[in-house]
């Protein structure tokens, strides 16, 4: 395959942004679980309010789910993953993609290191480690050349979901 290099505009993850892609992430994966957590606490509460114990054990329920989305956000927010909120470009070429931060770092990643990509409607993230992703906002690409390209490299490439 004859392909040309792709490089993107300077862009930025955003906290709020982040957050949405953790939440997003924690209910496509677990959403059956905080269903049963949740209607369990329903059902104990609507069946057995006169019962001190199962009020608890529902309340307990809903404070646990709670919970969970308060400590994704602590850690959307946390001072330690500021080096994901760095301003960086994106440049692609047959062999990988090289992410270039305002920090001056760098790094390579050929595309057999993609564990996966998934595509979303505004953006793609490339897996590289369980939890750990790149993120690529589809409005940084300079034009729709690039932008087609990338997708099309994505597809022949690396594992896409």
Not at 4 to 19: G, R
Not at 37 to 48: A, H, P, Q, R
Not at 72 to 99: M, P, Q
Request: aromatic residues 18%; without cysteine.
């Amino acid at each position: 395959m004859n392909f040309n290099p792709i490089e993107t505009l300077e862009y930025s993850l955003t906290k709020t942004e982040y957050f949405k892609i953790l939440i997003e992430n924690r209910l496509r994966r677990y959403w059956y679980l905080y269903l049963m957590i949740v209607g369990g606490g329903l059902f104990l509460l609507t069946n057995s309010a006169d019962n001190p114990l199962f009020i608890l054990i529902a309340f307990a329920s809903f404070i646990y789910v709670l919970g969970i989305f308060i400590y994704l956000y602590y850690w959307a927010y946390s001072d330690k993953n500021k080096i994901l909120f760095l301003k960086r470009k994106l440049g692609v070429n047959e062999n990988g993609i090289t992410v270039s931060t305002e920090s001056g770092s760098r790094g390579e990643i050929p595309f057999g290191y993609l564990l996966n990509v998934v595509e979303r409607k505004n953006y793609w993230l490339l897996y590289i480690a369980l939890g750990q992703f790149v993120y690529v906002p589809k409005e940084a690409f300079k034009n729709h050349a690039d932008f087609a390209g990338f997708r099309e490299i994505l597809k022949t490439k690396a594992k896409t979901k």
